[in-house]
Protein backbone atom coordinates (compact mmCIF):
# COMPACT_ATOMS: atom_id res chain seq x y z
CA UNK A 1 0.00 0.00 0.00
CA UNK A 2 1.05 3.46 -0.90
CA UNK A 3 2.01 6.17 1.63
CA UNK A 4 -0.24 8.34 -0.07
CA UNK A 5 -3.26 6.05 0.12
CA UNK A 6 -2.92 5.40 3.61
CA UNK A 7 -2.73 9.01 4.55
CA UNK A 8 -5.86 9.72 2.27
CA UNK A 9 -7.96 6.91 3.86
CA UNK A 10 -6.58 7.95 7.34
CA UNK A 11 -7.38 11.46 6.68
CA UNK A 12 -10.94 10.94 4.73
CA UNK A 13 -11.70 8.74 8.32
CA UNK A 14 -10.45 11.90 10.68
CA UNK A 15 -12.68 14.41 8.79
CA UNK A 16 -16.09 12.18 8.39
CA UNK A 17 -15.32 10.90 12.13
CA UNK A 18 -15.08 15.08 13.33
CA UNK A 19 -18.60 16.28 11.22
CA UNK A 20 -20.08 12.95 12.02
CA UNK A 21 -20.50 14.53 15.66
CA UNK A 22 -20.99 18.23 14.50
CA UNK A 23 -24.14 16.44 12.58
CA UNK A 24 -25.38 14.93 15.57
CA UNK A 25 -24.72 18.24 17.73
CA UNK A 26 -26.95 20.25 14.92
CA UNK A 27 -29.47 17.57 15.10
CA UNK A 28 -29.93 17.56 19.21
CA UNK A 29 -29.96 21.79 19.20
CA UNK A 30 -32.40 21.74 16.72
CA UNK A 31 -34.66 20.23 19.28
CA UNK A 32 -37.65 18.38 17.09
CA UNK A 33 -35.98 15.15 18.01
CA UNK A 34 -32.90 12.89 17.34
CA UNK A 35 -31.78 9.34 16.03
CA UNK A 36 -32.21 6.34 18.00
CA UNK A 37 -28.82 5.96 19.28
CA UNK A 38 -28.31 9.57 20.69
CA UNK A 39 -31.79 9.81 22.34
CA UNK A 40 -30.88 6.74 24.64
CA UNK A 41 -27.56 9.08 24.82
CA UNK A 42 -29.32 12.06 25.92
CA UNK A 43 -31.51 10.05 28.14
CA UNK A 44 -28.63 8.46 29.64
CA UNK A 45 -27.07 12.25 30.25
CA UNK A 46 -30.41 13.55 31.72
CA UNK A 47 -30.03 10.90 34.20
CA UNK A 48 -26.58 10.61 35.41
CA UNK A 49 -25.54 13.85 34.34
CA UNK A 50 -22.89 13.08 32.58
CA UNK A 51 -21.90 15.18 29.55
CA UNK A 52 -23.39 13.94 26.16
CA UNK A 53 -20.22 13.79 24.14
CA UNK A 54 -18.80 11.59 27.00
CA UNK A 55 -22.21 9.42 27.26
CA UNK A 56 -22.08 8.80 23.24
CA UNK A 57 -17.75 7.45 23.92
CA UNK A 58 -19.39 5.10 26.91
CA UNK A 59 -22.24 3.64 24.70
CA UNK A 60 -19.76 3.14 22.05
CA UNK A 61 -17.45 1.38 24.31
CA UNK A 62 -20.09 -0.90 25.89
CA UNK A 63 -21.10 -1.89 22.13
CA UNK A 64 -18.05 -2.57 21.27
CA UNK A 65 -17.68 -4.98 24.48
CA UNK A 66 -20.73 -7.19 22.80
CA UNK A 67 -18.41 -7.68 19.99
CA UNK A 68 -16.45 -9.98 21.38
CA UNK A 69 -19.35 -12.94 21.91
CA UNK A 70 -19.57 -12.10 18.30
CA UNK A 71 -15.76 -12.88 17.97
CA UNK A 72 -15.18 -10.05 15.84
CA UNK A 73 -11.84 -7.84 15.67
CA UNK A 74 -12.39 -3.87 15.35
CA UNK A 75 -10.56 -1.84 12.64
CA UNK A 76 -8.72 1.49 13.27
CA UNK A 77 -11.27 3.25 12.31
CA UNK A 78 -13.97 1.53 14.37
CA UNK A 79 -11.44 2.40 17.62
CA UNK A 80 -11.25 5.84 16.24
CA UNK A 81 -14.86 6.66 16.11
CA UNK A 82 -15.41 5.40 19.47
CA UNK A 83 -13.05 7.82 20.84
CA UNK A 84 -13.94 10.61 18.49
CA UNK A 85 -17.45 11.17 17.67
CA UNK A 86 -18.15 12.34 21.24
CA UNK A 87 -15.47 14.54 21.50
CA UNK A 88 -16.72 16.18 18.44
CA UNK A 89 -20.13 16.06 19.45
CA UNK A 90 -19.35 17.85 22.39
CA UNK A 91 -17.69 20.72 20.71
CA UNK A 92 -20.78 21.46 18.32
CA UNK A 93 -23.00 21.65 21.22
CA UNK A 94 -20.60 23.63 23.09
CA UNK A 95 -20.57 25.45 19.78
CA UNK A 96 -24.17 25.19 18.07
CA UNK A 97 -27.16 27.61 20.14
CA UNK A 98 -29.99 25.49 21.20
CA UNK A 99 -32.81 26.81 18.54
CA UNK A 100 -36.38 27.71 19.80
CA UNK A 101 -38.16 29.33 16.55
CA UNK A 102 -39.64 26.18 14.26
CA UNK A 103 -38.21 27.22 11.01
CA UNK A 104 -34.41 27.35 12.63
CA UNK A 105 -35.06 24.15 14.21
CA UNK A 106 -36.36 22.49 10.82
CA UNK A 107 -33.31 24.08 8.93
CA UNK A 108 -30.92 23.19 11.68
CA UNK A 109 -31.65 19.41 11.32
CA UNK A 110 -32.12 19.48 8.08
CA UNK A 111 -28.38 20.69 8.26
CA UNK A 112 -27.77 17.93 10.47
CA UNK A 113 -29.09 15.07 8.54
CA UNK A 114 -27.92 15.94 5.26
CA UNK A 115 -24.45 16.33 6.95
CA UNK A 116 -24.50 12.85 8.54
CA UNK A 117 -25.13 11.87 5.13
CA UNK A 118 -21.69 13.27 3.80
CA UNK A 119 -19.99 12.61 7.11
CA UNK A 120 -21.22 8.69 6.87
CA UNK A 121 -19.60 8.32 3.47
CA UNK A 122 -16.13 10.04 4.14
CA UNK A 123 -15.96 7.28 7.37
CA UNK A 124 -16.93 4.40 5.74
CA UNK A 125 -15.12 5.33 2.81
CA UNK A 126 -11.38 4.47 3.73
CA UNK A 127 -12.65 0.79 4.71
CA UNK A 128 -10.81 1.26 7.95
CA UNK A 129 -13.82 -0.77 9.68
CA UNK A 130 -17.32 0.06 10.28
CA UNK A 131 -18.16 2.19 13.25
CA UNK A 132 -19.07 0.04 16.50
CA UNK A 133 -23.05 -0.20 16.24
CA UNK A 134 -22.77 -1.07 12.90
CA UNK A 135 -20.28 -3.86 13.53
CA UNK A 136 -23.02 -5.16 16.22
CA UNK A 137 -25.61 -4.64 13.59
CA UNK A 138 -23.38 -6.99 10.88
CA UNK A 139 -22.25 -9.38 13.32
CA UNK A 140 -25.43 -9.93 14.84
CA UNK A 141 -26.78 -10.94 11.07
CA UNK A 142 -24.00 -13.02 10.34
CA UNK A 143 -24.11 -15.11 13.44
CA UNK A 144 -28.57 -15.71 13.72
CA UNK A 145 -29.12 -15.23 10.02
CA UNK A 146 -31.74 -12.70 10.43
CA UNK A 147 -32.13 -10.02 7.31
CA UNK A 148 -30.27 -7.02 7.98
CA UNK A 149 -33.29 -4.58 8.28
CA UNK A 150 -34.85 -7.02 10.79
CA UNK A 151 -31.57 -7.04 12.84
CA UNK A 152 -31.40 -2.80 12.54
CA UNK A 153 -35.39 -2.86 13.59
CA UNK A 154 -34.72 -4.54 16.37
CA UNK A 155 -31.49 -2.82 17.70
CA UNK A 156 -32.51 0.50 16.91
CA UNK A 157 -36.08 0.07 18.28
CA UNK A 158 -34.71 -1.38 21.59
CA UNK A 159 -32.36 1.85 22.20
CA UNK A 160 -35.12 4.32 20.98
CA UNK A 161 -37.68 2.88 23.70
CA UNK A 162 -34.84 2.86 26.42
CA UNK A 163 -33.50 6.19 25.53
CA UNK A 164 -37.19 7.70 25.56
CA UNK A 165 -38.16 6.64 29.06
CA UNK A 166 -34.64 7.75 30.19
CA UNK A 167 -35.78 11.06 29.12
CA UNK A 168 -34.34 11.22 25.52
CA UNK A 169 -35.61 13.45 22.67
CA UNK A 170 -38.12 11.72 20.78
CA UNK A 171 -40.06 13.83 17.82
CA UNK A 172 -40.73 13.82 14.43
CA UNK A 173 -36.72 14.75 13.46
CA UNK A 174 -36.64 11.00 14.93
CA UNK A 175 -38.95 10.18 12.11
CA UNK A 176 -37.39 11.97 9.52
CA UNK A 177 -33.94 10.02 10.51
CA UNK A 178 -35.44 6.87 10.79
CA UNK A 179 -37.06 7.40 6.81
CA UNK A 180 -33.89 9.90 5.22
CA UNK A 181 -31.23 8.61 6.57
CA UNK A 182 -30.92 5.19 4.21
CA UNK A 183 -31.73 7.21 1.17
CA UNK A 184 -29.14 9.76 1.25
CA UNK A 185 -26.11 7.59 2.71
CA UNK A 186 -27.07 5.56 -0.46
CA UNK A 187 -25.81 8.34 -2.54
CA UNK A 188 -22.81 9.88 0.12
CA UNK A 189 -21.29 6.39 0.22
CA UNK A 190 -20.61 5.41 -3.20
CA UNK A 191 -19.58 9.06 -3.56
CA UNK A 192 -16.48 8.89 -1.24
CA UNK A 193 -15.74 5.01 -1.86
CA UNK A 194 -11.77 4.43 -2.24
CA UNK A 195 -11.08 1.81 -4.59
CA UNK A 196 -7.92 -0.27 -2.87
CA UNK A 197 -5.50 -2.61 -5.07
CA UNK A 198 -5.42 -6.06 -4.38
CA UNK A 199 -3.19 -6.05 -1.57
CA UNK A 200 0.42 -7.58 -1.81
CA UNK A 201 1.54 -10.30 0.21
CA UNK A 202 3.70 -8.11 2.22
CA UNK A 203 0.56 -5.54 2.85
CA UNK A 204 -2.07 -8.07 3.41
CA UNK A 205 -1.28 -8.60 7.35
CA UNK A 206 -1.29 -4.85 7.58
CA UNK A 207 -4.52 -4.29 5.45
CA UNK A 208 -6.10 -6.57 8.32
CA UNK A 209 -5.22 -5.06 10.88
CA UNK A 210 -6.83 -1.67 9.55
CA UNK A 211 -9.60 -3.27 8.87
CA UNK A 212 -10.25 -5.86 11.66
CA UNK A 213 -12.72 -8.84 10.98
CA UNK A 214 -15.81 -6.84 11.27
CA UNK A 215 -18.11 -6.71 8.08
CA UNK A 216 -18.27 -3.10 6.77
CA UNK A 217 -20.66 -3.04 4.04
CA UNK A 218 -19.55 -6.31 2.35
CA UNK A 219 -20.30 -3.76 -0.72
CA UNK A 220 -17.61 -2.00 -0.60
CA UNK A 221 -14.98 -4.66 -0.72
CA UNK A 222 -14.41 -5.76 -4.61
CA UNK A 223 -14.46 -9.83 -4.75
CA UNK A 224 -13.47 -11.95 -7.82
CA UNK A 225 -12.94 -10.10 -10.96
CA UNK A 226 -16.30 -9.17 -11.84
CA UNK A 227 -16.57 -6.85 -8.75
CA UNK A 228 -13.02 -5.28 -9.48
CA UNK A 229 -14.44 -2.60 -12.13
CA UNK A 230 -17.77 -1.69 -10.15
CA UNK A 231 -19.12 -2.64 -6.89
CA UNK A 232 -22.57 -2.40 -6.24
CA UNK A 233 -24.38 -0.88 -3.61
CA UNK A 234 -28.02 -2.32 -2.58
CA UNK A 235 -30.17 0.13 -0.85
CA UNK A 236 -33.23 -2.19 -0.15
CA UNK A 237 -31.79 -2.39 3.95
CA UNK A 238 -30.99 0.88 4.39
CA UNK A 239 -26.98 2.58 4.03
CA UNK A 240 -25.61 -1.37 4.62
CA UNK A 241 -23.81 -2.12 1.15
CA UNK A 242 -23.83 -5.37 -0.40
CA UNK A 243 -21.91 -6.33 -3.50
CA UNK A 244 -23.40 -9.32 -5.15
CA UNK A 245 -20.24 -11.45 -4.72
CA UNK A 246 -20.38 -10.32 -0.66
CA UNK A 247 -24.05 -11.84 -0.89
CA UNK A 248 -22.96 -14.87 -2.89
CA UNK A 249 -20.42 -15.39 0.30
CA UNK A 250 -22.89 -15.14 2.72
CA UNK A 251 -25.15 -17.64 1.64
CA UNK A 252 -22.83 -20.33 1.59
CA UNK A 253 -21.90 -19.65 5.16
CA UNK A 254 -26.00 -19.75 6.06
CA UNK A 255 -25.70 -23.24 4.13
CA UNK A 256 -23.06 -24.33 6.28
CA UNK A 257 -24.32 -22.89 9.44
CA UNK A 258 -25.03 -25.25 12.67
CA UNK A 259 -28.36 -23.38 13.05
CA UNK A 260 -32.01 -24.75 11.94
CA UNK A 261 -31.55 -22.24 9.31
CA UNK A 262 -29.13 -24.40 7.44
CA UNK A 263 -30.30 -27.28 4.62
CA UNK A 264 -31.61 -30.25 6.69
CA UNK A 265 -31.10 -33.76 5.26
CA UNK A 266 -34.56 -34.76 6.10
CA UNK A 267 -36.28 -31.87 4.62
CA UNK A 268 -37.20 -30.90 1.25
CA UNK A 269 -35.13 -27.70 -0.08
CA UNK A 270 -37.11 -24.71 0.50
CA UNK A 271 -38.42 -22.78 -2.34
CA UNK A 272 -35.97 -19.99 -3.20
CA UNK A 273 -37.51 -16.21 -2.19
CA UNK A 274 -38.98 -14.43 -5.26
CA UNK A 275 -36.29 -11.80 -6.34
CA UNK A 276 -37.29 -8.21 -5.21
CA UNK A 277 -37.02 -5.47 -7.10
CA UNK A 278 -33.66 -2.92 -5.99
CA UNK A 279 -31.55 0.33 -7.04
CA UNK A 280 -28.28 -0.21 -7.38
CA UNK A 281 -25.68 2.49 -7.75
CA UNK A 282 -21.97 1.92 -9.16
CA UNK A 283 -19.40 2.69 -6.15
CA UNK A 284 -16.23 5.02 -6.32
CA UNK A 285 -18.11 7.82 -8.24
CA UNK A 286 -15.32 10.46 -6.91
CA UNK A 287 -12.46 7.53 -6.85
CA UNK A 288 -12.71 7.42 -10.36
CA UNK A 289 -12.56 10.68 -11.09
CA UNK A 290 -9.49 11.73 -9.01
CA UNK A 291 -7.51 9.08 -10.54
CA UNK A 292 -8.73 9.85 -13.85
CA UNK A 293 -10.36 6.61 -14.04
CA UNK A 294 -13.03 5.34 -16.63
CA UNK A 295 -15.16 2.47 -16.17
CA UNK A 296 -17.35 0.72 -18.52
CA UNK A 297 -20.91 0.33 -17.54
CA UNK A 298 -22.23 -3.08 -16.48
CA UNK A 299 -25.64 -3.95 -17.46
CA UNK A 300 -28.72 -3.98 -15.37
CA UNK A 301 -29.64 -7.41 -14.04
CA UNK A 302 -33.34 -8.47 -15.37
Known amino acids: MSRFLLTRRLAQLLVGLFLYGIAIALMVQAGIGVSP????????????????GLVTNLIGLVVLAFWIPLRQRPGLGTVLNVLLVGPSAQLGLWIIPQQTV???????FAAGLLLLA??????????????????????????TGRPIWAVRTAIEVTVLIIGWFL????????????LLVGPLCSLTLPFFAIRLPEPAPADAELEGEL???AEQGPGLRAEGADERGAVRFDV?????LESDAATRSRAVQRAD?????????????AEPPAARPSRLIAAHWLDDRLTGRTRRAHPRRA
Open 118 to 143: VATGLYIGPKLGPGPRDGLMTGLHAR
Open 102 to 108: LWAQVLV
Open 37 to 52: WDVLAQGVSYKTGIPF
Open 167 to 178: GGNVGVGTLAFA
Open 211 to 213: EGT
Open 236 to 240: RDGIL
Open 257 to 269: SPFVRGPQPDRAP
